[in-house]
C-alpha cells in the first residue's frame, strides 16, 4: 500500500506559478513510477505528467509541455509538480498517483491515488 497526499494548490492569477507536491507513505516510492493527473468540473480526468522510477524519464500532455515539469525526490518520498505559465484553462483538481507499470499516460494504470488539491487560475 502506498498512500499519497498532495498539497500546494490554491488560487492564483493567469501567469502565475504554483507547485504541486506529492507526499507519500507506505510501500517503497522509490520503486514506484509517479504520474499526475487532472480534473475539470464536468471533464473527464486527464493526463498532466508522468515520471518513470527507474530511469527518471518524464512524459508530458501537450496541453502542459514547456509549462509544467514534474520530478522526485526519492529520499524525501516526495513527488512535485512545478507548474509555470498558468492559464485558467488550467483550473482542475489535481491528482497524483503510483503506478507499476511503463505505459504512464493512462489511468487506469495506476495503483494509488492521492484525495487531489484545488488549482483555480482567474483571468
Known amino acids: 500500500q502506498v498512500q499519497l497526499v498532495e498539497s500546494g494548490g490554491g488560487l492564483v492569477q493567469a501567469g502565475d506559478s504554483l507547485r504541486l507536491s506529492c507526499a507519500a507513505s507506505g510501500r517503497t516510492f522509490s520503486t514506484y513510477a509517479m504520474g499526475w493527473f487532472r480534473q475539470a468540473p464536468g471533464k473527464e480526468r486527464e493526463f498532466v505528467a508522468a515520471?518513470?522510477?527507474?530511469?527518471?524519464?518524464?512524459y508530458y500532455a501537450d496541453l502542459v509541455k514547456g509549462r509544467f515539469t514534474i520530478s522526485r525526490d526519492n529520499a524525501k518520498n516526495t513527488g512535485y509538480l512545478q507548474m509555470n505559465g498558468l492559464k485558467p484553462e488550467d483550473t482542475a483538481v489535481y491528482y497524483c498517483?503510483?503506478?507499476?507499470?511503463?505505459?504512464?499516460?493512462?489511468?487506469?494504470?495506476?495503483?494509488?491515488w492521492g484525495q487531489g488539491t484545488q488549482v483555480t487560475v482567474s483571468s
Open positions: 498517483a503510483a503506478s507499476t507499470r511503463y505505459a504512464l499516460f493512462a489511468a487506469a494504470n495506476y495503483d494509488y
Open positions: 515520471i518513470s522510477w527507474d530511469t527518471g524519464y518524464t
